[in-house]
């Protein structure tokens, strides 16, 4: 990663904020500001790739280059920009509803291929840019927009999906901690694999159940040490948590494996591959 030392607020692009005062997102980008610094990220060498949704407008406020894509496709296209490029650090930022509802079936995916990513959840329990409807991840206790009774459905998991789709990193916070927050992003980034990071994060316009102040106390008692590398362990807390209504915060499982970009590099190595290769080779194996 190519480094250079620049503050937090000088990784800021000039974009003036849109989302609502106490917007949880707000502590999301204060945290990925202070990673990048932290790490010295030179922003010609990042890619901040998002979704559609309130979440989704993150990558305005950060310097580098970035791709504001369609709802749910965030992971695919920047899977493509980190296999062209596999030199260039990639982040993923997005919502719930984008990223698990309509891009639910390319998670599995970005994680199984262990592709050299950072995802950032940014994970409100809600529908906040089309105005408060249900998402995966609500509590069927909130009434919104479309289930104005309360839900009918349980809520999915983001961090249990995640570990069982093969993440190799996956942790877990609320946004309100930017301290936690930033050190699990830096962490993430650093780690050569896909990264998953959910954080917790209240939309105070749409979502009366999740406040800040729930979040915070589900997040606040803090889990005993386990082996990050022993997935049943990880899994482990992650369920012991949830059944006492609880938010395991913090780094819940990291391993190494190898990653895509890696893999191709080798097959590409092994054949002999080139960019120069003779292509009527390939033409000559087809006839008859
Ligand atoms: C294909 C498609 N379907 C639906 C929409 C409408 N839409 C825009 S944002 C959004 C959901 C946003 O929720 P989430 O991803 O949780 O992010 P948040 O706004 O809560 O941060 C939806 C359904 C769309 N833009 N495109
Ligand atoms: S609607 Fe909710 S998620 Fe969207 S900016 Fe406002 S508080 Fe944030």
């Not at 922003?43 to 406020?61: A, D, K, M």
């Not at 877990?172 to 780690?191: P, T």
Request: hydrophobic residues 35%; proline residues 6%; contains cysteine.
């Amino acid at each position: 990663m190519h480094k250079v030392e620049l503050q937090p607020k000088e990784y800021r692009d000039e974009a003036k904020s849109f989302w609502c005062p106490g917007c949880g997102h707000n502590g999301v980008l204060t945290a990925l500001l202070r990673s990048l610094s932290e790490l010295g990220v030179d922003p010609s060498y990042l890619v901040n790739v998002s979704g559609i949704g309130c979440s989704s407008r993150l990558p305005y406020f950060v310097k580098s280059y970035k791709m504001h894509t369609l709802h749910g496709r965030a992971g695919p296209v920047a899977t493509g920009v980190q296999l062209a490029r596999p030199d260039l650090a990639v982040v993923v930022t997005g919502g719930d509803g984008d990223g698990f509802s309509i891009g639910g079936g390319h998670m599995p995916h970005l994680a199984r291929k262990n592709i050299n990513m950072t995802y950032i959840l940014m994970d409100n329990h809600i529908y906040g840019l089309t105005k408060g409807q249900a998402s995966p991840t609500s509590r069927p206790e909130m009434k919104a927009s479309t289930t104005p009774f309360g839900g009918v459905e349980p809520p999915l998991d983001p961090v249990l999906y995640m570990l069982t789709y093969g993440a190799t990193y996956v942790a877990q916070a609320f946004s309100g901690n930017v301290k936690l927050a930033s050190q699990l992003i830096k962490d993430g980034m650093e780690h050569k694999g896909f990264a998953f990071i959910n954080l917790l994060s209240q939309c105070p316009t749409f979502n009366e159940l999740d406040t800040a102040k729930s979040f915070k106390s589900a997040c606040e008692q803090q889990d005993t040490a386990h082996d990050v590398a022993d997935l049943d362990a990880a899994m482990h807390v992650v369920n012991t948590a949830k059944q006492e209504g609880r938010l395991p915060t913090g780094l819940l499982y990291k391993v190494e494996r190898p990653t895509l970009d890696q893999r191709m590099a080798e097959l590409v190595e092994r054949v002999g591959g080139h960019k120069d290769y003779d292509l009527r080779k390939v033409i000559d194996l087809a006839r008859p």
